[in-house]
């Protein structure tokens, strides 16, 4: 029991199931648009860089306030694991970077500049100084927006999608990345508290915000039935995407303020692996 639990800490707090939730999104759209998959290296590069990014997000910084959250706190229990991962996908995003089209690097670049702002950068000629994500409802927006261009612009960017597909996607995975990303803020209610961030769980309470979560889930489940007549898409890929939206409704229902780790960081987060299994499914074997 003790090595599974081991396992499991590593599997979560190192960061690399995330860095797989992110890898099967994109696979997710691969599916959507061709029907099969094809690994290249930019699907590599969101893997690593999605890991990479967690991973140094939970480094402190000499003179910083920040909250303790279990993977700070794993981070630094298990320190030079941390750095070794740290080091390991660092080096494996910036090689991949540099096999990505010039398009592609741009994306990446502008995206590495709001990053720094969101996370580690101050932003200039405010007073307090503040970063982005000391705003507490632009922090949602942001996560969404962020999640969206890396998992559809940056992979697609390499092949020919009509522009009206395109935006289909994007805004199917906005939507689902920011209902998930509200429910997050519940757990960290007390520390943003803490620290006088507004996030909508302060405003709403924590019912209002499953609610408003679910609505999102529901609008986009909505949004997916009216676009199939409008896109290329497949009744069983609608349909695939449109269960997973259900199992997350279900999924959110039981999230409180005193809601574990796990069921965060493996049921909420793996809702995304388990929408690519459903469309993989229904793509090769229905």
Known sequence: MIVLRKLKNIILYSNFFIGLCALALVLTNQLTV???IHFNHTYWFVFFSTMFTYSFLKFRRTGEVVNDTSHRTWAQENLQ??????????????????????????????LAVVTLFYGFVDIPF??????????????????????SVTTVVVPLSSTFVETDMLVFLLLR??????????????????????????????????SNTKLLSQGILFLLLLINCVQYFFFDVSLMNMLAVNLSLLVSIFCIQPVDEETGDWWYYFVLDGVMILQFVFVYVVTKYL
């Open 173 to 206: 995975r906005f939507l689902f990345v920011m209902a998930l990303t509200i429910v997050f803020e519940i757990k960290d209610l007390k520390s943003d508290e803490e620290y006088n961030l507004k996030t909508i769980p302060m405003r709403l309470g924590i």
């Open 81 to 110: 694991l941390s750095k070794n991962i740290l080091v390991i996908t660092l080096v494996a995003t910036v090689s991949f970077f540099f096999m990505l089209n010039r398009h592609q690097q741009i994306i990446v670049g502008v």
């Open 34 to 36: 061709a029907g099969e």
């Open 126 to 147: 405010l007073k307090p100084i503040r970063k982005l994500r000391d705003f507490g409802l632009l922090k949602t927006f942001f996560v969404a927006l962020v999640w």
